[in-house]
């Protein structure tokens, strides 16, 4: 009888085991990093994903850092979209999720030509934004203040003008 109770459990055990491998690797996915959405949002490798989110909206991780706030620990990631403008996101290790910074409206969107975190300052970086060919400003330099990361402040240091 004790023998017949283990060969059940076993029996079971190996018929669990293989539909989780069916239920797993039966759905197809596309090998490669996560997809990164113009919102900042991981999308999984899938062909559904691929044809909803055009090549344009794409975009590919540009500068992490990690800083701490308010006693919490946070990254702040530079996406870098294939027209080269850039997107900034914020990502907390308490709620899991990555947002958008929507109060960096200057340099949002904008071709983001270096990132640099300030090491006297564990929540402040210089960004240096390079203009288009629509405005009259060649390069502006400016400071990003992440202390309180909920209400970023966007402060401009020096804008270089074309001749």
């Not at 283990?6 to 669990?16: A, R």
């Not at 909206?57 to 990690?66: C, N, P, V």
């Not at 240096?128 to 202390?147: D, Q």
């Amino acid at each position: 009888m004790f023998k017949f109770s283990i060969n059940i459990v076993l029996n079971l055990t190996i018929i669990g085991l293989f539909f989780s491998y069916v239920a797993t690797f039966t759905n197809p996915v596309i090998a490669g990093e996560a997809i990164i959405d113009k919102n900042c949002r991981y999308h999984r490798r899938t062909p559904q994903n691929m044809q909803k989110i055009p090549p344009q909206s794409r975009a590919t991780i540009y500068f992490t850092s990690r800083f701490n706030a308010n006693k919490e620990k946070y990254f702040l990631q530079v996406l870098k979209l294939p027209n080269s403008t850039g997107v900034f996101c914020l990502f907390s290790t308490n709620s899991q999720k990555t947002k958008k910074i929507t109060e960096t409206q200057l340099i949002q969107n904008k071709q983001i030509e270096n990132v640099e975190k300030l090491s006297d300052q564990a929540a402040t970086y210089i960004i240096t934004v390079k203009g288009n060919k629509h405005e009259n400003i060649f390069r502006a330099f400016y400071k990003l203040n992440l202390s309180n990361p909920y209400h970023p402040k966007m402060t401009p240091i020096i804008r270089i003008y074309k001749s």
